[in-house]
């Protein structure tokens, strides 16, 4: 019915890993990386929202249009 809860799991295990890392390189005055890789961090989990919302779409689409 909802999203899924392993979805949620997921987003929250690859945020946690990309604050980590964050983290990490800026201690190490590496904050360049920690700028890119808190970007590349972001823009994957959008791609996964953004399926998540092309499968919600799809849904309505086939209930409002009667599709199979």
Same mark, same amino acid.
């Given at each position: ?6 979805? #949620?799991?997921?987003?929250? !295990?690859? !945020?946690?890993?990309?604050? &980590?890392? +964050?983290?990490?390189?800026? *201690?190490? +005055? /590496? /904050?360049?990386? $920690?700028?890119? @890789?808190?970007? &590349?961090?972001?823009?994957? #989990?959008?791609?996964? @929202? $953004? +399926? @998540?919302?092309?499968?919600? &779409? *799809? /849904? #309505? /689409?086939? @209930?409002?249009? &009667? *599709?199979?």
């Amino acid at each position: 019915m909802g999203i899924e809860v392993g979805l #949620i799991f997921k987003i929250a !295990g690859i !945020g946690i890993i990309i604050a &980590f890392i +964050n983290t990490l390189l800026e *201690q190490i +005055n /590496k /904050k360049e990386y $920690a700028q890119w @890789v808190t970007l &590349f961090g972001f823009i994957y #989990i959008l791609f996964m @929202v $953004a +399926n @998540v919302m092309d499968d919600l &779409f *799809q /849904k #309505i /689409k086939s @209930v409002f249009l &009667f *599709q199979g």
